[in-house]
């Protein structure tokens, strides 16, 4: 089983940052993708940023310059620094991870998410 976990949500201002965390735990063998999503009421999850393990990273246009997502590739974790947050950043934000995992002497891939972290942006 994989466990994907994540830390840092709360409430912030406008103008202000917030950071998020995400630790995946399990039987894992590698990660492929670690990104951050996020819902806000009323709308479709969005892709907020992603990185793979080259480093490759992907932003939501409304967020390039703001955010910044990073990855521990040894301890399974990634972050996403949020600076000049803004009342339309609050949202749900959920970690997602596209990893193998080992069962049975034989590896698996399988898409894993967090159970989301609330973010609260205030004018």
């Known amino acids: 089983q994989v466990q994907v976990v994540e830390s840092g949500g709360g409430l912030g201002q406008a103008g202000g940052s917030l950071r998020l965390s995400c630790a995946a735990s399990?039987?894992?063998?590698?990660?492929?993708?670690m990104g951050w999503y996020r819902q806000a009421p009323g709308k479709e999850r969005e892709l907020v940023a992603n990185?793979?393990?080259?480093?490759?990273?992907n932003y939501l246009d409304s967020v390039k310059g703001r955010f910044t997502i990073s990855r521990d590739i040894v301890k399974n974790t990634a972050y996403l620094q949020m600076n000049s947050l803004k009342p339309e950043d609050t949202a749900v934000y959920y970690c997602?991870?596209?990893?193998?995992?080992?069962?049975?002497?034989?590896?698996?891939?399988?898409?894993?998410w967090g159970q989301g972290t609330q973010v609260t942006v205030s004018s």
């Open positions: 990185m793979n393990r080259a480093a490759n990273t």
């Open positions: 399990g039987n894992i063998y590698t990660i492929e993708t």
């Open positions: 997602n991870a596209d990893l193998w995992v080992i069962e049975n002497a034989d590896v698996r891939r399988i898409d894993s």
